[in-house]
């Protein structure tokens, strides 16, 4: 019997069945063939197929044309529309939508703005949102994969066969994109890809994707799309008006999975920490808290450095509306959220972006580009518009989805630098044979300028740790844009200086001085982060020499001397209290430390420490201009002794004070800014911090002085091993 016209050609029915049609959107679903109207459909396992409009007109059965569930039939319509098929078997019967009977979702100006690399609302377009389309409630699915020569949805709905949900290529951008009906909130999914040269792709969870399931597990979850309610719009309001350099900021660094955990062990989710975490911190005083990454990551040791989905909150603590709950829950403390933010990298698990489509797409395929040496990942390709702008977008994701107020950008000397890490012959220079990453500075500025631009009130912060000029310096004189940098020297040279044993410290008094000639070069956050208590270096307790009294005075002088220096403040979890082991990301804290008297002194001092930070503006209204800082004493090497003031325009002055050896010094004879009544704001030798209680017992009194020089001086009594803060009490 002749074939009729309307009837698909052989060829192309073993291309479905095979999931190698290179057009399912032109040969599948309702098509119009000549002056007939003919459905065609792939069911596996079906029997009998019948077919029916949105509104229920039967348009009769289908013909099987091939046992593994191809169907075909010639329709009585007089238009496009949904269509819903009713499939059968000899073990029962359901129905199924076709995907085919709709129309693309995407638009020409999405191609348009998607093809200039322009688009600043990807998060809404590509990944899987789900929706009312064309009358039918389904989920939405695009994926960029330019080489690809297939790509399906697969999951549990469709037994993960990639012959049964092909997607259409907007060939343009390299787009991939199909509306499946039915499909909602929980569905789990991946994306089937063919590359180019015919060969199948590992399964590839979705870059866009907003959940992901909990590791092991790699599936990426359609999300619930049910918008966030926020209570927090007097904080949002109040954050818009706010110049961060002039504002007090200091943070509590925390890695969310090892702050506390359950009595079983496991981990706090997010709701636990809205209601554990948020009022700690606050009652400290901090003014924000920073969350390494929370970006969904397979490896639990990686701390959330080595993201695979980008757009997901991690499913370790809850979903997204978890997440989204314990920032609402911050900013109605009046606490400012930061979270980690890793474009400088990606690790190359073959079920995520490493080699996407079958080729080099979101990396380097030159391996002196696209690989890190220091830590076996790729390194993103800054030269594709298409790259660029998945990271551009995921920035202002976070800002806009989740309220962030800031984000720290983690290892960016790594992205500037052509050769970090490199030696000779394994690095390409750029076009002026430079060391220069010039497509990565290009990208840094952008997301720095479209931050700063869309979200104002909030910051953008810069791990840099080399000299490069202008890090936190505005775009349009130079700078990268961010706006504020993390001072690495400040650290590095403190805490060597720190750890010395008192009686050799006057011979490295520079190591405390030193940061002074460049403080205020850039924006900086002063920071003792979880780098130095890592990786056989310790705890900040111990890394102070002498026995338990000296490393807890030591410490707690230490701390004061941070809070009083220019710069804004960050301190990791567990510092607080003088933690004594180094950090374990595999479990919680020591907090049973805190009953003892010692370490409960020292949180106590950070709380203190923060309540005078942001009471007295002179602390933080110019921490990152010279006109806020001056030296009293810098250099009494001998005695190991630094004083300096802390002004802001209209306000009283502050003093502080560090001695640096176990000696105390009597009748310490102190310049002063003004005469008059001081008192010591915090003075880390209290009884109360858990110090000796030695202090200026009352109040000290500056003597007007005659002539050049300092307007006053007063004897004052230094502690041993402490730091005085010395506010202006006028009578």
């Given at each position: 019997m002749a074939k009729a016209s309307w009837q698909a050609d052989p060829k192309d029915v073993e291309a479905v069945v095979n999931g190698t049609h290179r057009?399912?959107?032109?040969?599948?679903?309702?098509?119009?063939?000549g002056e007939d109207w003919v459905l065609r459909t792939f069911i596996p396992h079906a029997e009998t197929v019948h077919a029916f409009t949105l509104d229920g007109k039967e348009l009769g059965a289908l013909t099987p044309r091939h046992p593994a569930g191809f169907f075909e039939g010639r329709v009585d319509i007089d238009k496009r529309g949904p269509i819903r098929y009713h499939a059968r078997n000899t073990g029962g019967e359901w129905d199924v939508y076709d995907p085919y009977s709709f129309g693309p979702v995407l638009g020409p100006m999405d191609d348009y703005y998607i093809a200039e690399g322009s688009h600043l609302r990807l998060f809404d377009?590509?990944?899987?949102?789900?929706?009312?389309f064309e009358g039918i409630h389904g989920t939405h699915f695009a994926v960029w994969a330019p080489n690809a020569q297939r790509v399906s949805v697969v999951g549990p709905f469709n037994d993960w066969d990639g012959r049964r949900n092909p997607m259409r290529c907007r060939f343009d951008t390299g787009i991939w994109e199909v509306?499946?009906?039915?499909?909602?909130?929980?569905?789990?999914?991946k994306y089937e890809i063919v590359g180019k040269d015919g060969e199948l792709v590992p399964l590839k969870s979705d870059p866009f994707a907003r959940q992901s399931e909990m590791r092991p597990a790699t599936a990426s979850v359609v999300p619930d799309p049910t918008p966030f309610t926020w209570s927090d719009a007097e904080y949002m309001e109040e954050r818009r008006k706010k110049d961060w350099r002039r504002e007090p900021m200091s943070i509590y660094e925390v890695h969310l999975g090892s702050w506390r955990r359950r009595p079983d062990g496991g981990f706090l989710t997010y709701d636990q920490l809205a209601e554990q975490l948020v009022p700690y911190v606050a009652d400290m005083g901090y003014t924000h808290i920073e969350m390494l990454p929370v970006s969904e990551h397979p490896f639990d040791p990686s701390w959330g450095y080595q993201p695979i989905g980008l757009y997901a909150p991690t499913s370790r603590f809850g979903d997204p509306a978890g997440f989204a709950r314990l920032v609402n829950a911050a900013h109605e403390a009046g606490l400012g959220?930061?979270?980690?933010?890793?474009?400088?990298?990606?690790?190359t698990d073959e079920?995520?972006?490493?080699?996407?489509d079958g080729t080099a797409l979101y990396e380097h395929l030159d391996p002196r580009k696209g690989y890190h040496p220091d830590w076996n990942t790729a390194i993103y390709n800054f030269g594709r518009k298409e790259v660029v702008s998945y990271l551009v977008n995921n920035a202002l994701y976070w800002l806009e989805y989740f309220h962030i107020d800031g984000l720290r950008v983690d290892a960016v000397a790594s992205m500037l630098y052509l050769d970090y890490s490199r030696r000779a012959g394994e690095w390409i220079p750029n076009k002026h044979g430079g060391n220069e990453n010039l497509e990565a500075i290009e990208f840094i500025k952008r997301v720095n300028k479209e931050a700063y631009r869309l979200h104002p009130g909030t910051f953008m912060i810069a791990e840099e740790s080399t000299a490069w000029p202008g890090v936190s310096h505005p775009v349009h004189t130079g700078g990268l844009g961010f706006g504020f940098k993390w001072n690495m020297g400040f650290m590095n040279d403190t805490l060597r200086y720190m750890s010395r044993e008192a009686i050799h410290r006057k011979f490295h008094h520079n190591d405390m001085t030193f940061g002074l000639i460049y403080a205020f070069s850039e924006n900086f956050v002063l920071p003792l982060s979880h780098d130095e208590v890592v990786h056989g270096k310790g705890s900040l307790l111990n890394k102070m020499p002498g026995d338990d009294w000296q490393q807890f005075a030591a410490l707690r002088a230490y701390y004061a001397f941070m809070w009083g220096h220019p710069g804004k403040k960050l301190l990791f979890m567990g510092q607080e209290f003088a933690q004594r082991d180094e950090w374990d990301e595999s479990k919680a804290l020591d907090w049973w430390l805190l009953d003892a008297s010692m370490h409960e002194g020292v949180r106590r001092l950070i709380g203190d420490l923060n309540g005078a930070y942001r009471e007295l503006p002179a602390l933080h209204a110019r921490d990152c201009e010279p006109e806020g800082f001056e030296w009293i004493i810098g250099n009494d090497y001998q005695n190991s002794v630094l004083a300096w003031t802390r002004r802001a325009p209209g306000e009283d002055p502050v003093v502080v004070i560090s001695n640096f050896t176990p000696v105390p010094?009597?009748?310490?004879?102190?310049?002063?800014?003004?005469?008059?009544r001081w008192v010591e704001r915090v003075n880390t030798d209290a009884g109360w911090y858990g110090g000796s209680n030695k202090g200026n017992q009352g109040a000290i009194i500056a003597q007007k002085n005659s002539g050049d020089g300092w307007p006053a001086t007063a004897?004052?009594?230094?502690?041993p091993l402490a730091t005085l803060i010395l506010k202006y009490d006028p009578e």
């Amino acid at each position: 019997m002749a074939k009729a016209s309307w009837q698909a050609d052989p060829k192309d029915v073993e291309a479905v069945v095979n999931g190698t049609h290179r057009d399912p959107f032109g040969f599948l679903g309702l098509q119009r063939i000549g002056e007939d109207w003919v459905l065609r459909t792939f069911i596996p396992h079906a029997e009998t197929v019948h077919a029916f409009t949105l509104d229920g007109k039967e348009l009769g059965a289908l013909t099987p044309r091939h046992p593994a569930g191809f169907f075909e039939g010639r329709v009585d319509i007089d238009k496009r529309g949904p269509i819903r098929y009713h499939a059968r078997n000899t073990g029962g019967e359901w129905d199924v939508y076709d995907p085919y009977s709709f129309g693309p979702v995407l638009g020409p100006m999405d191609d348009y703005y998607i093809a200039e690399g322009s688009h600043l609302r990807l998060f809404d377009k590509l990944g899987a949102h789900e929706m009312e389309f064309e009358g039918i409630h389904g989920t939405h699915f695009a994926v960029w994969a330019p080489n690809a020569q297939r790509v399906s949805v697969v999951g549990p709905f469709n037994d993960w066969d990639g012959r049964r949900n092909p997607m259409r290529c907007r060939f343009d951008t390299g787009i991939w994109e199909v509306f499946i009906p039915v499909l909602g909130t929980g569905t789990l999914y991946k994306y089937e890809i063919v590359g180019k040269d015919g060969e199948l792709v590992p399964l590839k969870s979705d870059p866009f994707a907003r959940q992901s399931e909990m590791r092991p597990a790699t599936a990426s979850v359609v999300p619930d799309p049910t918008p966030f309610t926020w209570s927090d719009a007097e904080y949002m309001e109040e954050r818009r008006k706010k110049d961060w350099r002039r504002e007090p900021m200091s943070i509590y660094e925390v890695h969310l999975g090892s702050w506390r955990r359950r009595p079983d062990g496991g981990f706090l989710t997010y709701d636990q920490l809205a209601e554990q975490l948020v009022p700690y911190v606050a009652d400290m005083g901090y003014t924000h808290i920073e969350m390494l990454p929370v970006s969904e990551h397979p490896f639990d040791p990686s701390w959330g450095y080595q993201p695979i989905g980008l757009y997901a909150p991690t499913s370790r603590f809850g979903d997204p509306a978890g997440f989204a709950r314990l920032v609402n829950a911050a900013h109605e403390a009046g606490l400012g959220v930061i979270l980690d933010w890793v474009p400088a990298h990606f690790p190359t698990d073959e079920h995520g972006l490493a080699r996407f489509d079958g080729t080099a797409l979101y990396e380097h395929l030159d391996p002196r580009k696209g690989y890190h040496p220091d830590w076996n990942t790729a390194i993103y390709n800054f030269g594709r518009k298409e790259v660029v702008s998945y990271l551009v977008n995921n920035a202002l994701y976070w800002l806009e989805y989740f309220h962030i107020d800031g984000l720290r950008v983690d290892a960016v000397a790594s992205m500037l630098y052509l050769d970090y890490s490199r030696r000779a012959g394994e690095w390409i220079p750029n076009k002026h044979g430079g060391n220069e990453n010039l497509e990565a500075i290009e990208f840094i500025k952008r997301v720095n300028k479209e931050a700063y631009r869309l979200h104002p009130g909030t910051f953008m912060i810069a791990e840099e740790s080399t000299a490069w000029p202008g890090v936190s310096h505005p775009v349009h004189t130079g700078g990268l844009g961010f706006g504020f940098k993390w001072n690495m020297g400040f650290m590095n040279d403190t805490l060597r200086y720190m750890s010395r044993e008192a009686i050799h410290r006057k011979f490295h008094h520079n190591d405390m001085t030193f940061g002074l000639i460049y403080a205020f070069s850039e924006n900086f956050v002063l920071p003792l982060s979880h780098d130095e208590v890592v990786h056989g270096k310790g705890s900040l307790l111990n890394k102070m020499p002498g026995d338990d009294w000296q490393q807890f005075a030591a410490l707690r002088a230490y701390y004061a001397f941070m809070w009083g220096h220019p710069g804004k403040k960050l301190l990791f979890m567990g510092q607080e209290f003088a933690q004594r082991d180094e950090w374990d990301e595999s479990k919680a804290l020591d907090w049973w430390l805190l009953d003892a008297s010692m370490h409960e002194g020292v949180r106590r001092l950070i709380g203190d420490l923060n309540g005078a930070y942001r009471e007295l503006p002179a602390l933080h209204a110019r921490d990152c201009e010279p006109e806020g800082f001056e030296w009293i004493i810098g250099n009494d090497y001998q005695n190991s002794v630094l004083a300096w003031t802390r002004r802001a325009p209209g306000e009283d002055p502050v003093v502080v004070i560090s001695n640096f050896t176990p000696v105390p010094r009597e009748n310490y004879s102190l310049p002063m800014p003004q005469a008059g009544r001081w008192v010591e704001r915090v003075n880390t030798d209290a009884g109360w911090y858990g110090g000796s209680n030695k202090g200026n017992q009352g109040a000290i009194i500056a003597q007007k002085n005659s002539g050049d020089g300092w307007p006053a001086t007063a004897k004052v009594y230094l502690p041993p091993l402490a730091t005085l803060i010395l506010k202006y009490d006028p009578e």
